[in-house]
């Protein structure tokens, strides 16, 4: 078995698409080929722009056939960062870390509340046409996180142990890589 490479990635460092951390991790994983593996860790506050993680998202998954792909993060994750650990092949999490995503109906209506209490003029969606390219992005990222997880684990926070139960999570993995 050949060994990982890791890059690692401070999720505060990723404030747009073209970052010089996710330009580095493009370049990195397109220079593999079948049969490598290689080791992404996340660390930093467990957030993203929508766009940003939609990027990191395709860019994962752009990765050449064969590459063997385990996400690793170091702190909890919300919205939509939690799709770029699920494009992993093999995941982990440190002990005490925890994932949620909310839906994007969820997600839209605490966006719109939060907006109203503050003041803003911002319009009720109506729906597709009317929203703005965060809502869409969102959308898209619901769409994409719904493959891989049930509804039942969407809209709440999962702890490791419950990620281990449904396979979502590999703890010997972390070992190996």
Partial sequence: MKTAKTINVTLTNLTSVFTPALIALEQQLHGLKAGDQFKLSLTGPGQLLVDTSLAMYEIIMARPAGVQLHVHSHSWLKDSVVLVWLAGNTR??????????????????????LQKRQETTWKEASGPAAWDSTQINYARADLLVKKYLPPHLRNRRIWAGELAEWNLINTLAAGKL
């Avoid at 002990?95 to 969820?106: E, L, N, S, V, Y």
């Fill in 92 to 113: 982990t999490l440190r002990p005490g870390a925890w994932i949620q995503f909310q839906d994007f109906a969820k997600w839209n209506a605490e966006r719109n509340r």
